[in-house]
């Protein structure tokens, strides 16, 4: 069992540059994939990008590809996203969740969430 915490959210402009961290407490964290997810106001939650148990193991969301960076120091039982070239549609609670081993891409399949971190990129 894993339990996530996300930090590093705050009020950025278009086209500015955030990393998101997310610590988890726990045993046998290097076991477990991880996933950042984003709920915008009044959407659904939804997949931004996720990282293996294998750290070379990434996949991201079409839209984030080439601009967003997910990694992994296992030493520290985190994660992080590199977030560059910030858009306002992208603001937003940022929440990273684990889960066994593989990538998941739907939030029913990650077992542990945190309570995430609030993302404004204003315009």
């Known amino acids: 069992q894993v339990r996530p915490v996300e930090s590093g959210g705050g009020l950025v402009q278009a086209g500015d540059s955030m990393r998101l961290s997310c610590v988890a407490s726990?045993?046998?964290?290097?076991?477990?994939?991880m996933g950042w997810f984003r709920q915008p106001p009044g959407k659904e939650r939804e997949f931004v990008a996720a990282i293996g148990e294998i750290p070379r193991d990434t996949d991201y969301e079409d839209s984030v590809k080439g601009r967003f960076t997910i990694s992994r120091d296992n030493a520290k039982n985190a994660v992080y996203l590199q977030m560059n070239s910030l858009k306002p549609e992208e603001t937003a609670v940022y929440y990273c969740g684990a889960r066994p081993r593989d990538i998941g891409h739907k939030t029913w399949e990650y077992n542990y969430w945190g309570e995430g971190t609030e993302v404004t990129v204003s315009s």
């Open positions: 726990g045993h046998l964290f290097s076991t477990y994939a």
